[in-house]
């Protein structure tokens, strides 16, 4: 199509291969009536730093649909060189055998179902993975994972870690354990942080996981990645795309990045 030509032609005559094309998981507004705009319509949604995250280092977003009868999951992540977990609603506590302790937190449970089913057909067929804050917690339930509810109520004494006054600029250190993958682009030692913007957190580690760090204070899981060689998948439970270059005091996003996208180009290898 003249699209396509015009598109891949412009990568091409630069003397470069096409991007990577990296599905990004989609934020859902479900159907409202009393919404003014797209009433009683379904939304589907990217936060707009999440794509641009993508696009620093040369990558092209393209978010994700829900899965339709006339595609299944394996045809969707067919599409796709690697996959992008974004964060947003909470997760159900249904889709890690729990109720909701209240109805606040019941979560998105239609949007961990989508999600779920892209995880696990990503894992099948080996296709890298980069979850971040919800994007960590549902790749963890995926995999058989559990959460709190809600850190402040189930950790007596724990951190603050979502305050909505100053949203992305909350922050606390972060402790990066020795030996991990993520020492190996990050180092150890005191002085490292993060931001936080959550009020879930990872409870009990899926099956096959590995911690790479936690939050110094209260001992929240901050990372996580699987153990296996051949899959590519971790999770961060702070917001690397939010971190502005004014705040070059917390740990840099693009080398989180850099490395997804380096598993992406090695699979494709």
Known sequence: ????????????????????????????????????????????????????YVMR????PLMLPRIY????????????????????SDVSPLSYGESPMRPEWSGDKARDDYEIALIQECVKQKIPIYGICRGAQILNVAMGGS???DVETQNLGALVHRKWEVYDDLEHEVEIHSGTHLASLY?????LRINSIHHQAIKDVAPGFTVEATSPKDGII????MEAEDVYAVGVQW????????????????ILMKDFLAAVWQRKA
Do not use: N
């Open 69 to 88: 009868e006339a595609f299944d999951v394996g045809v969707v992540v067919d599409q796709i060189d690697g996959l992008l977990l974004q964060g947003g």
């Open 187 to 191: 180092g150890t030692g005191p002085g």
């Open 239 to 254: 917001h690397p795309e939010f971190i502005r270059k004014d705040q070059d005091h917390l740990l840099d996003p693009a």
């Open 1 to 52: 199509s003249r699209f396509r030509k015009s598109f891949w032609g412009g990568f091409m005559s630069q003397e470069r291969s096409p991007p990577l094309r990296i599905g990004v998981s989609a934020c859902f507004f479900h159907a409202d009536l009393d919404r003014p705009l797209f009433k009683g319509k379904t939304l589907v949604y990217a936060e707009e730093s999440m794509l641009e």
């Open 222 to 225: 901050e990372a996580i990645r």
């Open 57 to 60: 280092e040369g990558a092209f």
């Open 147 to 149: 959460m709190y509810q």
